[in-house]
């Protein structure tokens, strides 16, 4: 029996089984981001206090998994683009072109043109207003959450897009990850586990309880602990070639971030069990549909998901019931995402073919400016 649990390839094997483009990490990027809409649906038609009533309840560990996954997916993916790609500055460069420009348009459709439809405001009040310039600092991740005069009567009051506040969180884990590789710690992979669980048992101890202020919205776990799950999730990358890809290790590890979550005093543990249990969902490779096919349209889904529900629950009362957000939602929610995908980011993301020649064009400029200044000494 214990030779049955611990059999089955290894978690790299298994990604070469599925010839490194697993469709499973695709269907669950994409469940994620509906489960978020979903989730939210309940917020925006009841109030913020309904989450906190349900972050009290058993289910606490289904709603709080969510986002440690989506953070757990990225990482793992991230790992390997980082430990192909050659240069640093190429990576960053990957990781620009992927989160920034369709956040800029989502945050400019929000601010030019949702804004001054929706507003209770006057045109010349609402584009005077200085919440007005400061929304679209949420392009470079510094978070604004409101408009002049945008949802003020409904039962989330005021909040544009709270799904903004992840936006941080995710340029910690890039900056982290490439700090950590600029020094050649993602190299030495005992060292960077190392420096992973210092990290979770340090933030533990410590109980930074400053974090928690997303409450509100019904994220339920900390920011920090999806620092730490995209963390984790690149140790299960750099350990591929030892960790078997195993069912029985997939029920564990559910079993453990059930309790990890359903305790708020555990939630800094939750990250390795969501990690593995996030990689091990997404190499089961089921076939692609057709419609999936060369599209991704979580990221839109994720960036437009609740905007568009705090539009819906404008509309009135009648649009107050968890299903009819839903539904409503999911519908143009799907359209934006679409929009999104084959308009700003597949088209964004072909430059990437740019960026070797621009790390060349780099490389011999500091050459040239390294010859200048030997030579002139």
């Given at each position: 029996m214990l030779r049955e649990f611990m059999s089955g390839p290894s978690i790299g094997v298994r990604s070469v089984e599925t010839g490194g483009r697993s469709t499973g990490f695709d269907y669950l990027r994409l469940l994620l981001a509906v489960s978020v809409i979903a989730w939210h649906a309940f917020g925006v038609s009841y109030g913020a206090s309904y989450y906190a009533k349900v972050l009290s309840s058993p289910i606490r560990p289904a709603i709080t998994a969510i986002l440690p996954m989506f953070f757990a997916l990225s990482g793992f993916l991230v790992a390997g683009s980082l430990y192909r790609t050659a240069a640093i500055s190429t990576f960053v460069g990957l990781r620009f072109l992927?989160?920034?420009?369709?956040?800029?348009?989502?945050?400019?459709?929000?601010?030019?043109?949702?804004?001054?439809?929706?507003?209770?405001?006057?045109?010349?009040?609402?584009?005077?207003?200085?919440?007005?310039?400061?929304?679209?600092?949420?392009?470079?991740?510094?978070?604004?959450?409101?408009?002049?005069?945008?949802?003020?009567?409904?039962?989330?009051?005021?909040?544009?897009?709270?799904?903004?506040?992840?936006?941080?969180?995710?340029?910690?884990?890039?900056?982290?990850?490439?700090?950590?590789?600029?020094?050649?710690?993602?190299?030495?992979?005992t060292v960077f586990i190392a420096i992973v669980a210092g990290m979770i048992v340090g933030f533990y101890i410590y109980k930074i309880h400053s974090v928690r202020n997303h409450l509100a919205f019904g994220l339920g776990v900390p920011g920090v602990v999806l620092v730490f799950s995209f963390l984790s999730a690149i140790v299960v990358y750099q350990f591929r070639d030892k960790i078997p890809w195993n069912p029985y290790f997939a029920v564990v590890a559910t079993i453990l971030m059930?309790?990890?979550?359903?305790?708020?005093?555990?939630?800094?543990?939750?990250?390795?069990?969501?990690?593995?249990?996030?990689?091990?969902?997404?190499?089961?490779?089921?076939?692609?549909?057709?419609?999936?096919?060369?599209?991704?349209?979580?990221?839109?889904?994720?960036?437009?998901?609740?905007?568009?529900?705090?539009?819906?629950?404008?509309?009135?009362?009648?649009?107050?019931h968890w299903y009819v957000n839903f539904v409503i939602a999911m519908v143009f929610a799907s359209a934006f995402a679409a929009f999104s995908w084959h308009f700003i980011e597949k088209p964004t993301l072909g430059l990437k073919k740019y960026l070797p020649e621009m790390e060349l064009f780099i490389g011999k400029l500091n050459a040239a400016i390294f010859r200048v200044r030997h030579q002139g000494s």
């Open positions: 992927r989160i920034f420009p369709a956040l800029a348009v989502e945050v400019m459709l929000s601010a030019l043109v949702l804004g001054p439809v929706l507003t209770d405001y006057s045109l010349s009040s609402y584009f005077g207003d200085p919440l007005f310039a400061h929304y679209f600092l949420n392009i470079v991740g510094e978070i604004q959450y409101q408009l002049p005069g945008l949802f003020e009567d409904n039962p989330i009051r005021g909040v544009v897009n709270s799904q903004l506040w992840t936006v941080p969180r995710e340029l910690a884990c890039y900056i982290t990850l490439t700090g950590l590789a600029i020094v050649g710690i993602t190299k030495r992979r059930v309790v990890c979550l359903g305790d708020p005093n555990l939630e800094y543990f939750v990250e390795i069990p969501a990690a593995y249990l996030t990689v091990f969902l997404g190499l089961l490779n089921p076939r692609k549909l057709s419609i999936l096919r060369g599209a991704d349209y979580s990221y839109g889904l994720y960036l437009y998901g609740f905007v568009i529900q705090q539009s819906i629950s404008e509309i009135g009362d009648w649009t107050h």
